[in-house]
T-cell receptor
Framework: AQSVTQPDIHITVSEGASLELRCNYS??????LFWYVQSPGQGLQLLLK??????LVQGIKGFEAEFKRSQSSFNLRKPSVHWSDAAEYFC??????????FGAGTRLTVKP | GAVVSQHPSWVICKSGTSVKIECRSL??????MFWYRQFPKQSLMLMAT?????????EQGVEKDKFLINHASLTLSTLTVTSAHPEDSSFYIC????????????FGDGTRLSIL
């Protein structure tokens, strides 16, 4: 069955430090891949998406993600974290145009 | 970019009340909308897929008579929680995909439902 795994429930980084959030998926073909961010009490905002082509995807707010087929991964990165990046991050897999599965989420805390 | 508006953002009501949540696509036509439920500190769980002009498709374990979904136009889907009870308290989020049927989904800001 298709699944999405975010191994890290909670990550704390210092402001200005680099960030990598892990995401692994299980699916027989190449899925559509997404990263969303959710601030407390709010909906989800799309950071970036991968459908095909260049495996390094640039998103909003300085985020990027790299699709690695051999590792079934789509990790999210940012070279320098800002305090405003503190939020919940969800990796999602779109199997087809209807089916989207979300990971459990990773909560990011940013230390001053 | 594509905007999805969800209303109300927060509702508190007594047990036994029915509550309607609206999800509107403001600048695109959405043939398909999705309703999710999110418990505190957990991920989103798909409840149902709402198709314009037809019956919604519910995920396993979701009571269709409890969570009534209507998608009467290309820009509006509603979720009605009937005879709500405290265990229905949750964060409900809708999303929509444009009529071209392409990913990704665009999400509303969610509705915090608290049943007393």
């Amino acid at each position: 069955a298709q699944s999405v795994t975010q191994p890290d429930i909670h990550i704390t980084v210092s402001e200005g430090a680099s960030l990598e959030l892990r995401c692994n998926y299980s699916y027989g073909a190449t899925p559509y891949l997404f990263w969303y961010v959710q601030s407390p009490g709010q909906g989800l905002q799309l950071l970036l998406k991968y459908f095909s082509g260049d495996t390094l995807v640039q998103g909003i707010k300085g985020f990027e993600a790299e699709f690695k087929r051999s590792q079934s991964s789509f990790n999210l990165r940012k070279p320098s974290v800002h305090w405003s990046d503190a939020a919940e991050y969800f990796c999602a897999v779109g199997i087809n145009n209807n089916d989207m599965r979300f990971g459990a989420g990773t909560r990011l805390t940013v230390k001053p | 970019g594509a905007v999805v508006s969800q209303h109300p953002s927060w509702v508190i009501c007594k047990s036994g009340t029915s509550v309607k949540i609206e999800c509107r696509s403001l600048d695109f036509q959405a043939t398909t909308m999705f309703w999710y439920r999110q418990f505190p500190k957990q991920s989103l769980m798909l409840m149902a897929t709402s198709n314009e002009g037809s019956k919604a498709t519910y995920e396993q374990g979701v009571e269709k008579d409890k969570f009534l979904i209507n998608h009467a136009s290309l820009t509006l889907s509603t979720l009605t929680v009937t005879s709500a009870h405290p265990e229905d308290s949750s964060f409900y989020i809708c999303s929509a995909r444009d009529a071209a049927g392409l990913q990704p989904q665009h999400f509303g800001d969610g509705t915090r439902l608290s049943i007393l």
